[in-house]
């Protein structure tokens, strides 16, 4: 299936399917997400890695779904 994503993934409202090119590809459980006014997202949850890349349980997307690597702020488990 083209359009299936790993636990997050944007639509398409028009016709309900994920965006092509959008698969940021997490790999644990998304529990939460907030958007900011430049378009940037902040996820929340389960997962340690975003498309291969090490976060733990906190990241922050580029409007494209690209990670953003410049923020890392080592959140940890207890």
Known sequence: NPNARNRIAKLDYSTGNAIA?????????????????????????????????????LARLNANGSLDASWQPGATST
């Open 21 to 57: 090119g959008w698969d940021p590809n997490a790999d644990g459980v998304v529990r939460s997400l907030a958007t900011a006014s430049d378009g940037r997202i902040y996820l929340g949850g389960d997962f340690t890695s975003i498309n291969g890349q090490s976060r733990q349980r």
